[in-house]
Structures are given as C-alpha cells and as structure tokens.
C-alpha cells in the first residue's frame, strides 16, 4: 500500500496514535517524553510515508517506526546499552504479560460449554482427562470443546485487539479496540 502524505497519514495517526504513545510509554515510563518521541514517530511517518516504498503492514510499519524511535532517543541519551538491552529483555515478557491479562476474561466470553473446559485445562493445567471426569464427558467430547474452545478464542482475541507478533509469531505488543467493552473494563481495572 502507497500512503498519499496528508490526508491519509492523519487518518491513520487518529487510528493509532494512542497504541503508539502506549507503546512508547511502557518503554520510556515517562509521560512527557512519550509525547515528545509521539510527535517525532509522526514526523517520521510523514516524512516516510511518500518514499515510494511499498507498505504491506501500516500497523506494524508504524509501530516499528516507533520502536526504532526509542532506542534512536536512548542512545542519545547514552542510555543505549543499558537501557536498550533491559528493553529487549524485558519487552516480551512484558507483552506476554499483557496478552495474559485478557485472555481469561475473553475465555469467559466464550460459551460456557466452552469456557469451563479451556479455563480447566489451558489456565489452571488439569488434564483434559481430569477434565472430562469433571465435566462427565467423554475425552473425545473435552478434547473437541477444547479444540472448538481454542478457535474461539483466537477469534475473540482478533475481534476485541490488535495483536502484533514477530516473524516467530510471538507477540510483540496488545492494543485493545474500543469497541471491546469487556477488555476495556479489564484494562481499566488494571491501570
């Protein structure tokens, strides 16, 4: 996708600058500088944006923009080595973390024929045939709610965030759409 520089540029920061300056926030935990280093993401964004280049991912573009923004700004504020390296460190299981905090309360927003034998087994590790024996199924019934339980929730994940994930699949950074009441009571209760 090729980005026309004004008009369109602006509507994709009102899309996503909140998940950006949330991003940068988590890294820089300073309110002031993530709108300083907001500002320049966008800078950077126009200033890209007309390179001709082709842009499969816009989100993910932008968020790389983002996290090269950071670490361009640690060091130089000479904190590159050691901030830099605690970012890396700790950013994927911070994202981890984050993706953990809402997937109990979308697995609750499964089906409870659903929800019960997931929240068994995938949250508190019971084994699917413990399971069944609570659940008087058979193993093949859990093993299939189990299964059906799992798509369900990669669908709920994909309708209420936008999940970023590295070229291994693992997750990058969570950002949840508005329109996600359940998760965004959840955020709330967590801030």
């Known amino acids: 996708m ?3 520089k004004y008009k369109e540029v602006s509507s994709l920061w009102v899309t996503y600058k909140s998940g950006l300056k949330y991003y940068i926030l988590k890294k820089t935990k300073d309110e002031n500088l993530a709108d300083e280093l907001s500002h320049e993401v966008l800078m950077k964004i126009y200033k890209s944006c007309c390179s001709g280049n082709e842009i499969k ?5 932008m968020f790389q923009i983002a996290h090269n923004t950071v ?9 590159f080595v050691d901030k830099v390296t605690e970012i890396l460190e700790t950013n994927e299981n ?3 973390k984050d993706v953990e905090e809402f997937v109990e309360p979308l697995i609750k927003l499964l089906p409870q024929k659903y929800a019960t034998p997931l929240l068994l087994s995938d949250i508190e590790g019971i084994s ?9 199924l ?3 019934a859990t093993k299939s709610r189990i299964q059906r339980a799992r798509k369900l ?3 709920k994940i994909i309708e ?6 590295n070229t291994k699949g693992n997750p990058i950074s969570i950002e949840i759409k508005a329109n996600c009441e359940p998760l965004q009571k959840q955020s709330r209760k967590n801030s």
């Open 2 to 4: 090729n980005i026309k």
């Open 57 to 61: 991912n816009i989100r993910s573009w």
């Open 71 to 79: 670490i361009d700004h640690l060091k130089k504020e000479g904190k």
């Open 94 to 96: 911070n994202t981890y």
């Open 128 to 136: 699917q045939i413990e399971v069944s024996k609570k659940m008087n």
């Open 138 to 140: 058979s193993l093949t």
């Open 153 to 155: 929730l990669k669908e």
């Open 160 to 165: 209420c965030s936008n999940l970023e994930t």
